[in-house]
């Protein structure tokens, strides 16, 4: 078995394909869903990253663990989706979205309807923060951010939802 | 409240510095709204969790490549590497067998040089053998004659004629009695090939 190390430096074990499916599938899944809020958009981004990772195999150099390696390529995939996305539908943008006036706000706003209201961006900071638990530092190197960004940009997501949680 | 915010946000994520947490936990002793805020926080940190965790996932349908051949990749180099065998065996065998020719023609010019040698040799020999032969005939049918002698003027005998102003130091004579040999022409064919005398 290879031995590699990850970004924090803990050395993983080098898996096989059938074993990474196993393995992440599941949290490639979840993490495609962050992103692009359609299930059957996440199932095929989940088949899409396993068939690049199939192609460019060969390319891992093992500088991260092979999980981190399947989160930047489902987060380019994701990215690349939803890019285009909006070039053809103008009404997103980077920024959090605002409440959707037609939504009854004197009722109380579920943590997946008030996930879906966030943008891309901010439901991928909550995911690997809370769900992944990954430092401040791992996050900023997956999405090509600062370590300070990532801190005020996570800050700003958790006010935001508190506020859409709370119906301010 | 915004400063005591942010160091909730970091502290959920375990991210405030150890050296900062004892002015943290200080401000959250004597601020209800921030211990309010870390309960919510937090509650928000395991709901988001919760969330991701009870998805209903089912992935059977997905037809990824699991069983991918492990790619040879030696493979591609195998054809590569057979076919310049192969063509270094031939060009291997058709240079040993032109060196094996090369050295079998050296070996006949060895041969044939070393064939003349010898009959040059030979021929050296019998021309000594044909000269001391017939410098003993000619002591022996001619007693006037005067033998060549290097560096040395001869008085001409009486009677002889000598080479008038001539310019060498020493002269020969020989005056033969060709009568006492068989008459025998010789050409060069016969020098070379049978001996002269005794024959």
């Known amino acids: ?168 | 409240m915004k400063e005591i915010e942010l160091q909730i946000s970091r502290f959920i994520d375990g991210e405030l510095p150890f050296e900062e947490q004892g002015e943290f936990f200080k401000a959250l002793s004597l601020n209800e709204d921030a211990r309010n805020m870390l309960n919510e926080y937090s509650e928000l940190k395991r709901g988001i969790k919760g969330h991701y965790t009870g998805l209903d996932i089912d992935l059977s349908s997905l037809k990824v490549p699991l069983n991918k051949e492990p790619e040879n990749k030696y493979k591609k180099y195998f054809y590569f590497s057979a076919a310049a065998s192969i063509i270094i065996l031939i060009a291997s065998s058709f240079l040993f067998t032109r060196f094996f020719a090369f050295q079998s023609e050296i070996e006949q010019v060895k041969e044939g040089y070393i064939r003349v040698n010898n009959e040059l040799e030979g021929y050296k020999k019998e021309r000594d053998t044909f000269k001391t032969v017939l410098a003993q005939e000619a002591r022996i049918t001619s007693p006037q004659m005067v033998p060549a002698v290097k560096n040395k003027t001869f008085k001409p005998i009486p009677g002889e004629k000598t080479a008038i102003n001539s310019q060498r130091k020493y002269t020969s004579r020989i005056d033969l009695n060709l009568d006492a040999f068989t008459t025998v022409k010789i050409t060069k064919d016969d020098f070379l090939v049978q001996p002269i005398i005794g024959n």
């Not at chain 1, 924090?8 to 949290?27: M, Q, R, T, V």
């Not at chain 1, 990253?49 to 199939?54: A, D, G, L, S, W």
């Not at chain 1, 638990?133 to 958790?158: D, W």
């Open chain 1, 1 to 168: 078995m290879m031995i590699e190390k990850n970004i924090a430096g803990i050395i993983e074990k080098n898996y096989s394909l059938p074993d990474l499916f196993e393995k992440y599938a599941s949290d490639i899944y979840r993490y495609s869903l962050s992103l692009l809020k359609d299930t059957d958009e996440a199932k095929d981004a989940v088949q899409e990253v396993f068939v690049k990772y199939t192609e460019n195999e060969n390319s891992f150099k093992g500088a991260c663990s092979q999980k981190t390696w399947l989160i930047v390529i489902t987060r380019n995939y994701c990215f690349n989706i939803i890019k285009s996305s909006r070039s053809k539908n103008k009404r997103f943008d980077e920024e959090i979205l605002e409440i959707p006036a037609e939504m009854d706000l004197d009722s109380k706003v579920t943590l997946n309807e008030a996930l879906k209201l966030l943008s891309p961006e901010h439901n991928e900071l909550l995911y690997l923060a809370e769900f992944e638990n990954y430092t401040y530092k791992e996050i900023a190197e997956i999405t090509g951010q600062t370590v300070e960004n990532v801190k005020i940009k996570l800050f700003r997501t958790r006010q935001h939802l508190r506020k859409i949680l709370k119906n301010y």
